[in-house]
């Protein structure tokens, strides 16, 4: 009698768990760093995508900026922690696929998302070794931000108000030199410019510039460029700007000091992403703001860069996943969303193709024509620190321009810079 | 016998969970870490860690920017060790008088203590910005002295010393709470036959105070001392290292190398090579008390 009573329990027991794990379904761990949570409307989305698949659950958690190393750890160990992570850019993705940790997503990139309805410049940061391995989740590109009316009392507006771009880095002097305002004793009340030297910026900041005025990153021996006399001309032009008090320098501290200054009118122009502009146009208002090319951007383009998604082997909603990165995080509300709200643009054409007939995004995709990414390196963070070290130093004044890419040429002789 | 040995069987085996604990969250970590400084081992491009003997030991020495993370740390030690144990002895000698309002100011001066480092460099990060931040319009607008302006953590000169005001801004309340003790524990008849022999304050000072807070300044300085070495919240979060490498510290160094470049191996020797210093100095702390009891 007893036997039997335990034998029922056991059933009534396994029958309970399988009716509830049924009634489960699948749960979509997703894990991003902090920011997004904030500026992405990730809960929407996971709203949209369980009306299509109601069984399906979202497990959302958080992460710092660029927190790779917690995550190749568990990864590396086989461990199930998140079926997709909204973490860092491409470059660490190489460092994850050197590991051979991540899935890629050629089998996704078909039909209205094959590879040539994605945004070149984006998908190919995202491509290792001929492979997509990630999802560029916020592409931006280098470019100038200037400010209208400032521009119009310079005098370097047209008929119709809008800021006539420099052709030149001596006409661009000259701008800066209109713009900037400095008080009896000398000292500067509003910069002409603030560029985004800072650690996080450098290395796009100084290629946007060498693109734009040579068309190309790499020098004569194929070799990243930090020997032209574009590359010269440019450290010189930023020099020059920062001894003469018509550059701020607050990025050299805070990353977050270019667009602090144009919020508070102490800059009229900002050398740093596109994106940028729709986050101080909330401060200052947008009619008042212009995306400017750098000289010759137009022609020759400048640097994009974009962060971006991974779904590791070790997820075990792999389809799931995949699903919900092209149904919901490239829909088009998804994207015009963040157009509209930061400025940011995510990797297919489409949604930029549709707002052609603004001014912002024609000046963008415009630049974009020619605009290129920077290689995959082993030694990338490395080059950052060597670039930024070397050109902060520079703009102390602590050291000339050719003794500046000197020591840049010298210090990264020994380093991995894969092309 | 039978009894001494079953009373220490019974320590044992009260200390047994304790150890346990620190055999797994301490020896074990350090063991391994000790062993990788020995090894070439980048996270992700290794298979595995390969023993390369003191190579890594020899790398130090010859690596500019290791000499300038020392270079550093030693100069931020030289600005954050004398002078977070001069304030915080002049701020106890004062607290230790009988003034009214008193124990008011002992616990203002406690408050830095509970304010995270990372949070006091945000918010030193805009009391020294040079357009806005409220250090320079004291200087230059209320103190009409724009001549000592300062654009503080991008200039060379300026960076690291205002780092150091930071950590003195930080740790002094705790040093003085250690002074206070000290001072609290002289007693009373010594200032009182020293008043009757006719000492005055200075006296007082340089022939009671001082030397019996020999044993408060030893501790002080030591700590001070291992807090300079180990500088590295306000690093990352107001300079990040820079400008340049003016701000660049050791720790700072050892992450950036763990966590930025995968160099576990290297990495794990400047932060022996910290560890070691401290421990240097903390051995050297203990002999010094061991002889003082002597």
Redesign the interface.
């Known amino acids: 009698m007893f036997k039997r009573f335990v034998v029922i329990l056991i059933i009534i027991m396994l029958l309970g768990i399988a009716i509830t794990s049924l009634s489960y379904g699948k749960e979509l761990k997703i894990i991003a760093e902090a920011w997004y949570f904030d500026k992405y409307p990730l809960e929407k989305a996971a709203e949209n995508f369980i009306k299509d698949h109601p069984d399906v659950t979202f497990e959302w958690s958080k992460t710092g900026d660029f927190e ?2 917690p995550l ?1 750890l568990a990864w590396s160990r086989d461990n199930y922690i998140t079926d997709i992570a909204i973490v860092a850019t491409p470059a660490e993705a190489v ?1 994850f696929q ?2 051979g940790l991540l899935v890629d997503f050629e089998d996704i990139l078909k039909g209205e998302y094959a590879k040539d309805k994605w945004l070149e410049g984006f998908l190919s940061d995202c491509t290792i070794n001929g492979k997509v391995y990630a999802i560029p989740t916020d592409g931006e590109i280098m470019t100038l931000i200037a400010r209208k009316d400032y521009a119009s009392e310079a005098g370097l507006t047209d008929a119709n108000g809008n800021i006539i771009p420099p052709r030149t880095l001596d006409d661009f002097y000259n701008y800066l030199k209109k713009l900037t305002i400095k008080d009896a ?1 000398g ?1 500067t009340i509003r910069y002409g410019m603030d560029v985004n030297w800072s ?1 996080e910026y450098m290395i796009l900041t100084y290629f946007s510039g060498i693109q734009a005025l040579r068309g190309t990153i790499y020098d004569e021996n194929n070799d990243l460029d930090f020997s032209s006399k574009e590359a010269l001309n440019l450290l010189s032009f930023w020099r020059r700007g920062v001894e003469e008090g018509l550059i701020s ?2 990025s ?3 990353h977050s000091g270019p667009r602090n ?1 144009m919020k ?1 009118g ?1 800059a009229a122009i900002m050398w740093e992403d596109h994106a940028r502009v729709v986050e101080v146009g909330k401060v200052v208002g947008h009619d008042k703001l212009e995306i400017m090319p750098i000289p010759d951007a137009l022609t020759n383009g400048t640097i994009s860069y974009c962060m971006s998604l991974m779904i590791p082997k070790t997820a075990q909603n792999i389809e799931l996943a995949k699903a919900f990165v092209l149904e919901q995080f490239n829909a088009d509300w998804f994207a015009h969303y963040l157009m509209d709200n930061w400025g940011k643009l995510l990797g297919l054409k489409k949604p930029l193709e549709a707002r052609k007939n603004e001014l912002v995004w024609k000046t963008v995709s415009e630049i974009l024509e020619n605009t290129v990414s920077l290689p995959h390196m ?2 990338h ?2 080059l950052v ?1 060597i670039v ?3 050109i ?2 520079m ?2 004044l ?1 050291q000339t321009p050719e003794e500046t890419l000197a020591n840049i040429r010298q210090k990264s002789a020994n380093l991995d810079l894969i092309k | 016998m039978r009894k001494k040995i079953s009373t220490t069987f019974n320590s044992l085996l009260f200390m047994f969970p304790s150890l346990i604990i620190i055999g797994i969250f301490l020896l074990y970590p350090l063991i391994t870490s000790a062993y990788l400084s020995f090894t070439d081992y980048n ?3 290794s298979i595995k860690p390969v023993f390369t003997g003191l190579v890594n030991f020899r790398s130090l020495f010859s690596d500019t920017y290791f000499l300038i993370a020392l270079r550093n740390t030693i100069n931020y030690t030289i600005v954050f060790f004398p002078l977070t144990i001069l304030i915080s002895f002049l701020l106890a000698l004062l607290l230790n008088s009988k003034t009214r309002g008193v124990s008011f100011f002992q616990a203002t001066l406690l408050l830095p203590i509970v304010v995270p480092l990372s949070l006091a460099g945000v918010m030193f ?1 805009w009391i020294f ?4 931040g409220i250090l320079n319009y004291i200087l230059g607008d209320i103190l009409k002295l ?1 001549q000592i302006t300062h ?1 503080w ?4 000169e300026t ?1 690291l010393n205002s780092l150091a005001a930071v950590g003195i801004w930080k740790y002094f309340g705790f040093c003085v709470i250690l002074f206070l003790a000290g001072l609290k524990a002289i007693p009373i008849e010594i200032y009182e036959s020293a008043e009757i022999d006719g000492a005055n304050s200075l006296q007082r000072l340089i022939y009671i105070i001082i030397p019996n807070l020999r044993g408060s300044f030893l501790l002080v300085g030591i700590w001070t001392i291992i807090q300079a070495i180990k500088v590295y919240d306000q690093v990352v979060v ?3 290292g ?4 003016s701000t660049l510290v050791l720790y700072l160094y050892a992450w ?1 190398n ?5 160099e576990m191996g290297y990495a794990q020797t400047v932060a022996l090579f910290v560890g070691a210093l401290a421990f240097i100095i903390s051995a050297l702390f203990n002999l010094f008390i061991k002889s003082e009891r002597k």
């Open positions: 790779v190393a190749m460092a050197a590991k004793s000292k650690r320098t607050s050299l501290v805070d200054s508070s102490l082993v030694d963070a490395r620190d930024t070290t070397e902060q130093n703009l102390k602590e | 996270f992700v491009y990060t910005a040079e357009d806005f724009p654009f953590l991008a200039e060379k960076a107001m300079t990040k820079g400008p340049g490498n950036k763990a966590f930025e470049y995968f």
